[in-house]
């Protein structure tokens, strides 16, 4: 059974730096390219940074501009996306997701995934 869990999120004033981690489990970590998501309050949810399965490709939303950092050690089935300079507009659910991959791309669909975990919420304040 694949789990991710999420951690990390919290309420942190605007300019703060927010660390996010998903730990997987029931799935072999290196056959599976990662991607984090996020669900603002009475939005659709969107994509915001992929990784493939070894970590030497990455690619961001455009609202990231540099802010979030996309890692992942696969010693320790964990996905990380580090978040500085946050603003009051990334106040959301972040969701962590997985979809298997054999190619070594990522992906940036929501679609494209197959598990996902239970979200850990971010609020920023101004």
Same mark, same amino acid.
């Given at each position: 059974q694949v789990q991710l869990v999420e951690s990390g999120g919290?309420?942190?004033?605007? +300019? #703060?730096? !927010?660390?996010l981690s998903c730990v997987a489990s029931g799935l072999t970590f290196t056959t599976y390219a990662m991607g984090w998501f996020r669900q603002a309050p009475g939005k659709e949810r969107e994509f915001a940074a992929a990784i493939n399965w070894s970590g030497d490709e990455i690619f961001y939303? #455009?609202? !990231? /501009? +540099?802010?979030?950092?996309?890692s992942r050690d696969n010693a320790k089935n964990t996905v990380y996306l580090e978040m500085n300079s !946050? /603003?009051?507009?990334?106040?959301a659910d972040y969701y962590c997701e997985a979809t298997e #991959? @054999?190619? +070594?791309? @990522? @992906?940036v669909g929501l679609y494209d995934y197959d598990y996902w975990g239970q979200g850990t919420q971010v609020t920023v304040s101004s």
């Open positions: 919290g309420l942190v004033q605007a +300019g #703060d730096s !927010v660390r939303a #455009d609202f !990231v /501009k +540099g802010r979030f950092t996309i !946050v /603003k009051p507009e990334d106040t #991959d @054999y190619s +070594g791309t @990522y @992906y």
